[in-house]
Protein backbone atom coordinates (compact mmCIF):
# COMPACT_ATOMS: atom_id res chain seq x y z
CA UNK A 1 0.00 0.00 0.00
CA UNK A 2 2.82 2.54 0.87
CA UNK A 3 4.72 1.79 -2.50
CA UNK A 4 1.62 2.56 -4.47
CA UNK A 5 0.88 5.51 -2.04
CA UNK A 6 4.36 6.52 -2.82
CA UNK A 7 4.11 6.22 -6.31
CA UNK A 8 1.23 8.07 -6.97
CA UNK A 9 1.76 11.16 -4.50
CA UNK A 10 5.57 11.14 -6.41
CA UNK A 11 4.19 11.69 -9.87
CA UNK A 12 1.64 14.08 -8.49
CA UNK A 13 4.17 16.48 -7.04
CA UNK A 14 6.02 15.87 -10.34
CA UNK A 15 3.89 16.17 -12.93
CA UNK A 16 2.21 19.55 -10.68
CA UNK A 17 5.61 20.99 -10.93
CA UNK A 18 6.27 20.08 -13.99
CA UNK A 19 3.27 22.34 -14.73
CA UNK A 20 3.79 25.40 -13.16
CA UNK A 21 7.93 25.17 -14.84
CA UNK A 22 10.05 23.93 -11.34
CA UNK A 23 12.91 22.43 -12.67
CA UNK A 24 13.62 20.50 -9.96
CA UNK A 25 9.97 18.76 -10.01
CA UNK A 26 11.12 15.45 -10.10
CA UNK A 27 13.47 15.49 -7.35
CA UNK A 28 10.97 16.96 -4.96
CA UNK A 29 8.67 13.84 -6.32
CA UNK A 30 11.31 11.60 -5.29
CA UNK A 31 11.54 12.51 -1.95
CA UNK A 32 8.19 12.29 -1.63
CA UNK A 33 8.13 9.06 -2.60
CA UNK A 34 10.86 7.82 -0.30
CA UNK A 35 9.71 9.46 2.46
CA UNK A 36 5.74 7.98 2.16
CA UNK A 37 7.65 4.34 1.13
CA UNK A 38 9.64 4.84 4.44
CA UNK A 39 7.09 5.74 6.68
CA UNK A 40 4.74 2.88 5.50
CA UNK A 41 7.85 0.37 6.15
CA UNK A 42 8.19 2.00 9.87
CA UNK A 43 4.56 1.28 10.75
CA UNK A 44 4.61 -2.01 9.13
CA UNK A 45 7.81 -3.05 10.57
CA UNK A 46 5.64 -1.76 14.24
CA UNK A 47 2.10 -3.38 13.61
CA UNK A 48 4.62 -6.48 12.97
CA UNK A 49 5.59 -6.06 16.43
CA UNK A 50 9.14 -5.27 16.26
CA UNK A 51 10.41 -2.58 18.35
CA UNK A 52 11.22 0.36 16.67
CA UNK A 53 12.35 3.01 19.14
CA UNK A 54 15.90 2.67 17.89
CA UNK A 55 15.02 3.30 14.21
CA UNK A 56 12.87 6.30 15.32
CA UNK A 57 15.35 7.97 17.55
CA UNK A 58 17.72 7.31 14.66
CA UNK A 59 15.45 8.87 11.76
CA UNK A 60 14.42 12.08 14.31
CA UNK A 61 18.27 12.31 14.71
CA UNK A 62 19.43 12.37 11.06
CA UNK A 63 16.57 14.52 10.03
CA UNK A 64 17.11 17.06 12.90
CA UNK A 65 21.39 17.14 11.47
CA UNK A 66 19.96 17.70 8.37
CA UNK A 67 17.91 20.47 8.78
CA UNK A 68 19.98 22.46 11.25
CA UNK A 69 22.59 21.77 8.46
CA UNK A 70 20.14 23.44 5.66
CA UNK A 71 19.24 26.21 8.35
CA UNK A 72 23.06 26.88 9.06
CA UNK A 73 23.85 27.18 5.25
CA UNK A 74 20.96 29.09 4.41
CA UNK A 75 21.88 31.82 6.74
CA UNK A 76 25.14 31.76 6.51
CA UNK A 77 24.40 32.37 2.49
CA UNK A 78 21.87 34.15 3.02
CA UNK A 79 23.84 37.17 5.33
CA UNK A 80 24.99 39.42 2.59
CA UNK A 81 21.24 39.62 1.20
CA UNK A 82 19.68 40.02 4.43
CA UNK A 83 21.64 43.05 5.41
CA UNK A 84 20.99 44.64 2.13
CA UNK A 85 17.28 43.98 2.37
CA UNK A 86 17.61 45.44 6.16
CA UNK A 87 19.51 48.52 5.06
CA UNK A 88 17.32 49.42 1.95
CA UNK A 89 14.14 49.54 4.71
CA UNK A 90 15.93 51.45 7.67
CA UNK A 91 17.36 53.76 4.50
CA UNK A 92 13.75 54.61 3.07
CA UNK A 93 12.31 54.81 6.73
CA UNK A 94 14.93 57.40 7.30
CA UNK A 95 14.62 59.20 4.29
CA UNK A 96 10.98 59.14 4.74
CA UNK A 97 11.73 61.07 8.30
CA UNK A 98 13.79 63.58 6.58
CA UNK A 99 11.52 64.33 4.17
CA UNK A 100 8.27 65.00 6.35
CA UNK A 101 11.23 67.33 8.32
CA UNK A 102 12.35 69.11 5.05
CA UNK A 103 8.28 69.78 4.37
CA UNK A 104 7.59 71.24 7.67
CA UNK A 105 10.56 73.11 7.77
CA UNK A 106 9.89 74.44 4.09
CA UNK A 107 6.41 75.09 5.74
CA UNK A 108 7.29 76.85 8.57
CA UNK A 109 9.63 79.03 6.66
CA UNK A 110 6.94 80.15 4.12
CA UNK A 111 4.54 81.34 7.20
CA UNK A 112 7.41 84.06 7.98
CA UNK A 113 6.89 87.77 6.84
CA UNK A 114 9.94 88.82 5.38
CA UNK A 115 10.60 92.80 5.25
CA UNK A 116 11.71 92.35 1.50
CA UNK A 117 9.16 90.66 0.70
CA UNK A 118 6.32 92.87 1.85
CA UNK A 119 8.05 96.30 0.24
CA UNK A 120 8.01 94.53 -3.56
Known amino acids: MGIIAGRMVGKLISSATAQVAISYGNVLGNIVQYT ?4 SIIIAVDQIGIDIAFLTQLINILLASLLFGAALAFGLGAKTSVSN ?3 SYYIHKLSACLWSLASQW ?3 WSLQD ?3 RSSR
Open 106 to 108: WYL
Open 85 to 87: ILA
Open 36 to 39: ILIT
Open 114 to 116: FPE
